[in-house]
């Protein structure tokens, strides 16, 4: 098992999951991590100068205005912009983060500012610039023990077990339908284990219900730690729980906090985490 792994990664917020706050900012990630987020989930983005920028979207324009993508830009240009900018709080309906200097922000950033908390990295860019530039930022930080790294690509993926054979990683989307295809089958049983650490995805894919218990037994018995993203209802989280899930992936942390305290209160027993 890898060191990412050696604390129990229970709940991972989405680009910080704190629906009152601006998406992948560090007032967001520092809010999630405040309300019981144990790990951090974001796509990783090549500007034009080559930074590894965390963000969910390929462009900026729903939440500053400005429609470039995210690699058509350099670093200084990605933080001349105003991340609050078109964010209006679900509540109040108010643009409550406009002109507050908030930015967007780097991988380095981040590690930077949360040396002791664990990220779960998307690697949204084909190709060995985005491994290069992730494998420089996790050894200048030394985080390859807090790092996770997910791809739906499964050449980036090889390209990151070759690069930082000692960092974590997830099935690829590739690896997720192939696994998925093994145990729809029976074939799964002569399956043995597999390169990744983790596999994450949500509890249905199209007609599909990968999340099932067998597929989650199956799954943890080769050695994968099976992440789930959820919905946030009480009824999905109960049944992840009883199939024997080890996290989970949401967009709203205090809900998913609220809702396991209600429902398993020692899954989040800090003595746990």
Not at 34 to 44: E, L, R
Not at 53 to 81: C, P, Q, W, Y
Not at 111 to 140: C, Q, T, W, Y
């Amino acid at each position: 098992m890898k060191s990412f792994f050696g604390i129990r990664p229970l709940l991972f917020a989405r680009n910080g999951a704190i629906p009152s706050m601006p998406r992948d900012t560090l007032e967001a990630y520092k809010a999630a991590f405040d309300a019981g987020a144990t790990v951090i989930y974001s796509a990783a983005r090549l500007s034009a100068d080559m930074h590894l920028v965390l963000s969910g979207d390929r462009d900026f324009s729903a939440a500053a205005g400005e429609n470039a993508r995210v690699g058509a830009m350099t670093i200084d240009e990605i933080k001349a912009l105003d991340a609050g900018h078109y964010f209006r709080d679900p509540v109040s309906d108010e643009f409550t983060f406009r002109g507050k200097g908030v930015r967007f922000i780097t991988l380095d950033e981040a590690l930077d500012s949360f040396p002791d908390r664990r990220f779960n990295i998307e690697i949204a860019d084909k190709g060995e610039r985005a491994v290069d530039a992730l494998r420089d930022v996790v050894e200048r930080h030394k985080a390859v023990d807090r790092v996770l790294v997910y791809s739906m690509y499964a050449s980036t993926i090889g390209k990151v077990r070759a690069s930082i054979p000692e960092i974590a990683t997830s099935l690829s989307l590739t690896g997720v339908l192939g696994l998925y295809a093994l145990f729809r089958t029976g074939f799964l049983y002569f399956k043995r284990g597999f390169k990744a650490d983790a596999l994450q995805i949500p509890e249905v894919i199209g007609p599909s219900f990968v999340g099932n218990q067998g597929m989650i037994r199956e799954s943890s018995a080769r050695g994968l730690k099976v992440i789930i993203s959820v919905d946030n209802s009480q009824a999905q989280i109960r049944r992840l729980i009883e199939a024997g899930a080890d996290g989970f992936i949401t967009d709203d942390i205090p809900l998913l906090v609220k809702i396991l305290g209600e429902i398993k209160p020692d899954f989040c027993d800090p003595d746990i985490l």
